[in-house]
């Protein structure tokens, strides 16, 4: 009998934790979308935003703000955990090698991908890269390089390709944020899965 309960809490949890992970992709999804009817330009610019908590001007932004304004939505500060964490390990992330940075900046190390891509595959999920797009979940996040050389960042949505054979992607190339089929557009450089 107490096998019996044992397997049955065991189940309920599995179900609950299941059911928790798809509100919190499904919200991170929701979170992503409302941000392709808002007006943004695209702008890379420093700015020097507050701490935690900052946020760029709302109409401005790039691939990483699509991410870190989606992930707030959770209540997940990436501009506060990728700073603690950058101040913790610096050497870890690539700011010297890409920005000949010395010391972390919380103003803008959030807003890169390379250290997104650091801090997804130190504390979230790293996952295969695939030329599947059934390998892809709605909430994962998928890294590119465009042109040969310039990093960016989507987040898989749960809406498919007029083919059913790609998710569709949320992610601000130049246009704003966007829901567009461009999975496999350019290079994919990391799959991840983060706070879900």
Not at 156 to 180: C, F, M, W, Y
Request: aromatic share 10%; with cysteine.
């Amino acid at each position: 009998m107490q096998n019996l309960i044992l397997i049955c809490l065991c189940l309920s949890f599995s179900a609950w934790s299941s059911a928790t992970n798809l509100d919190k992709s499904s919200r991170l999804i929701e979170a992503s979308l409302a941000q392709t009817k808002t007006q943004v330009t695209y702008n890379g610019a420093y700015f020097k935003i507050p701490y935690p908590n900052g946020d760029i001007p709302a109409e401005f932004g790039v691939c990483t703000d699509v991410v870190i304004r989606a992930y707030r939505k959770l209540n997940i500060d990436l501009q506060q955990l990728v700073h603690e964490d950058m101040r913790k390990d610096f050497l870890f992330y690539p700011a010297v090698k890409m920005w000949g940075q010395h010391k972390t900046d919380g103003n803008i190390d959030h807003r890169r991908v390379p250290n997104l891509q650091t801090f997804f595959s130190r504390f979230g999920k790293n996952l295969p890269i695939s030329t599947s797009g059934k390998d892809y979940r709605p909430g994962d996040l998928v890294t590119w390089l465009v042109s040969g050389n310039l990093p960016h960042i989507g987040i898989v949505t749960d809406k498919q390709s007029n083919d059913g054979l790609r998710p569709l992607i949320v992610h601000n190339i130049g246009a704003g944020p966007q829901l567009e089929d461009m999975l496999f557009d350019y290079k994919i450089t990391g799959h991840y899965r983060y706070g879900l």
